[in-house]
């Protein structure tokens, strides 16, 4: 289940390039990862997650992540930034 937190965030990212960017600068405070995305995606992610020690909250499904960053479609991967 995803969280107010993430909906209420001022900063955030959508999608595995910004996210994987900005955890290369150590901008991000949470990352939020899609359940039903497709592992060679999520991976890298998790990877990075575990070497910047950032938390990494799971979601259902990429169409419910996706609603919550306000898109049409789904996402496999966000993230909330550092304030």
Request: proline share 2%.
């Amino acid at each position: 289940m995803l969280d107010e937190t993430f909906k209420t965030a001022k900063q955030k990212t959508v999608g595995f390039k910004q996210t994987q960017r900005a955890l290369e600068k150590g901008l991000v405070r949470r990352v939020y990862m899609a359940n039903d995305a497709e592992t060679h995606i999520v991976r890298p992610i998790r990877e990075s997650c575990i070497s910047h020690q950032v938390e990494c909250i799971e979601v259902p499904t990429m169409k419910e992540l996706g609603k919550a960053c306000g898109i049409e479609v789904g996402t496999a991967v966000a993230a909330i930034l550092e304030d």
